[in-house]
């Protein structure tokens, strides 16, 4: 039991333990499994607020994948190079929509060989306060972009292959939640005010399919 992976009809127990209150330890029991095979379950799907059932299960599928080979060797990297690439990769977050420091955490975690660095490795690495390191990592975990593990006495903060996949998630979250504020306007609202809320929500309902649909087809036809 403790070597088979998690089944559908598990993963809604665990949320609706979640939903109950319980804790890890009692879902364990309930389903039989290692208290550490819940917790690592949960943190990395979302974590006990935002777990559901059927994300988790379509992300271990994603993850089961088989994976495609990376690209070839370029030119060997150096310390500046990094850097470099750092620097353009937070400013191009910052553009769209991600804090700066936020941005900055998230490229140095993406550009460590690990994938993953602890809080104080983050200070060092970026020259900031550990108190900036624990707000920007604090936001991209309640946004399920980045996940925590815990090594020894210490916590590592770690961004995965699975990053696309939670992104995704979290613009098609905000993407219901614009639909559905906006359609509550509509039928709230009449007049020219009224109309506008209606058309802004029929326009993220269209995308929020359009995304829905691609992500789909892209999960059936990777390799």
């Not at 060797?73 to 620097?87: C, I, K, L, M, S």
């Not at 359609?183 to 929500?201: C, E, F, V």
């Not at 326009?203 to 999960?219: I, N, Q, T, Y």
């Amino acid at each position: 039991m403790p070597g088979r992976r998690l089944t559908h009809d598990e993963r809604g127990q665990i949320a609706s333990g979640l939903s109950a209150g319980l804790t890890y330890a009692e879902i364990a029991r309930r389903l039989g499994r290692p208290k550490s095979t819940v917790i690592r379950e949960v943190a990395r799907n979302g974590g006990a607020h935002r777990y559901r059932a059927g994300q988790a299960q379509q992300a271990t599928r994603w993850r089961a994948r088989r994976r495609r080979p990376g690209p070839p060797p370029g030119p060997a990297r150096t310390r500046e190079t990094v850097r470099d690439f750092e620097t353009e990769f937070a400013e191009t977050m910052a553009a769209t929509g991600v804090p700066s420091m936020m941005a900055r955490v998230l490229a140095g975690l993406f550009t460590a060989d690990t994938g993953g660095s602890t809080a104080a490795e983050l200070v060092a690495r970026l020259e900031v306060s550990p108190a900036s390191v624990s707000k920007a990592v604090g936001w991209l975990e309640q946004r399920g972009l980045i996940t925590r593990e815990r090594e020894g006495g210490r916590q590592r903060y770690v961004v995965d292959d699975d990053f696309g996949y939670r992104a995704w998630r979290t613009s098609l979250d905000a993407m219901t939640r614009w639909a559905e504020v906006t359609r509550r306007g509509a039928g709230l609202i009449d007049g020219p005010a009224g109309a506008r809320l209606d058309a802004t929500s029929r326009f993220f309902r269209h995308l929020h399919k359009d995304m829905s649909e691609a992500a789909e087809h892209w999960r059936r036809t990777a390799r």
